[in-house]
């Protein structure tokens, strides 16, 4: 998985809790994705970084909030999980604009009872 | 402007059979449609790409066909074989900024 980790691998938890999902990078690169997958959705973007402290959204941001303070650490928060944020989240890298290859971590499946 | 149309939505393909997954864009300006290749528990892997100025990219059994002016790209899996099941995404980016993913098509390759 490209040096790509991801933290938890699955979780469980009750709506109106925060959640926090790590993604860990040994390869440091610029670029780092954080997509969320559902069935007949394919992979949906929810927010990028393209760089320390440099972020922007996606197409499916709202009730989603990231932060990269390091090169190696993309973590992306739920404020207050509802059920509709139950997903499989991934984790994804690339080395840069203009780089056109992206590779993906294992995954986060997020239960929200 | 941004979709990427995927299907079938899923595929059953005898083996040795050829498996076709065809794809359509909206935005000409897309400049590298990748195919992702996902099997159940993993994260999506790249499997092989193409840029618009190329009707045709071959590696081994896997074979992309580009039609700009139809605006479709399509995967054909050759020799279909048991391993290849597996769930595959067509995507399409400009700039490897941000990446549109196609719905996803399910394949089956029967033994």
């Known amino acids: 998985d490209a040096g790509i980790t991801q933290s938890p691998r699955h979780k469980v938890t009750e709506t109106g809790t925060p959640v926090t999902l790590r993604c860990h990078q040994t390869?440091?690169?610029?670029?780092m994705y954080w997509y969320r997958q559902d069935p007949g959705h394919g992979l949906r973007l929810i927010h990028y970084?393209?760089?320390?402290?440099?972020?922007d959204k996606g197409e499916v941001s709202d009730g989603y909030s990231v932060s990269r303070s390091k090169t190696e650490d993309f973590l992306l928060t739920l404020e207050s999980a509802t059920s509709s944020q139950t997903s499989v989240y991934f984790c994804?890298?690339?080395?840069?604009?203009?780089?056109?290859?992206?590779?993906f971590g294992p995954g986060t499946r997020l239960t929200v009872t | 402007q941004q979709q990427v149309k995927q299907s079938p939505q899923s595929l059953i393909v005898q083996k040795g059979g050829i498996s076709i997954i065809n794809c359509a864009y909206e935005?000409?300006?897309?400049?590298?449609f990748p195919w992702y290749q996902q099997f159940p528990g993993k994260g999506p892997a790249l499997l092989i790409a193409?840029?618009?100025?190329?009707s045709e990219k071959k590696e081994g059994r896997f074979t992309i066909s580009f039609n700009k002016s139809a605006k479709q790209f399509s995967l054909h899996i050759m020799d279909s074989q048991p391993g290849d099941s597996a769930t595959y995404f067509c995507?399409?980016?400009?700039?490897?900024?941000?990446?549109?993913f196609g719905p996803g098509t399910r394949l089956s390759v029967l033994p």
């Open positions: 970084s393209y760089g320390v402290k440099d972020t």
């Open positions: 994804a890298l690339s080395e840069g604009q203009g780089a056109r290859e992206q590779y």
């Open positions: 390869e440091n690169h610029r670029y």
């Open positions: 995507a399409a980016t400009l700039y490897g900024q941000n990446f549109v």
């Open positions: 935005n000409t300006a897309f400049d590298y």
């Open positions: 193409i840029r618009p100025d190329v």
